[in-house]
Nanobody, 121 residues
Framework: QVQLVESGGGLVQAGGSLRLSCAAS????????MGWFRQAPGKEREFVAS???????NYADSVKGRFTISRDNAKNTVYLQMNSLKPEDTAVYYC???????????????WGQGTQVTVSS
């Protein structure tokens, strides 16, 4: 059974930083693309960042230059380093895994439960 467990969310002031982690189990982690998505109240879930099994990355325009995705295959963990946070980054952040690349919401086959990130102004 595949499980994804996010952690690291919280409350931070604008301009601050957070690092989210997503620990995966139940499959050969290194073979799959990993992605981060977010959903704000009243909005659709949107793509944030993704990394292929070979290390290629994609970012949403809204987070380029501020967020960095990385993965540690030995620890079956993917990270999202978020710097220069803005109030509009407030959302529930989800990690997901997918067997295909590039990574889109529709291609995800497993999701974590989400972690809340709140950025105060």
């Amino acid at each position: 059974q595949v499980q994804l467990v996010e952690s690291g969310g919280g409350l931070v002031q604008a301009g601050g930083s957070l690092r989210l982690s997503c620990a995966a189990s139940g499959r050969t982690f290194s073979r799959y693309a990993m992605g981060w998505f977010r959903q704000a109240p009243g909005k659709e879930r949107e793509f944030v960042a993704s990394m292929s099994s070979r290390g290629s990355t994609n970012y949403a325009d809204s987070v380029k230059g501020r967020f960095t995705i990385s993965r540690d295959n030995a620890k079956n963990t993917v990270y999202l380093q978020m710097n220069s946070l803005k109030p509009e980054d407030t959302a529930v952040y989800y990690c997901a895994t997918a067997p295909t690349w590039p990574f889109r919401v529709s291609s995800a086959d497993y999701w974590g439960q989400g972690t809340q990130v709140t950025v105060s102004s």
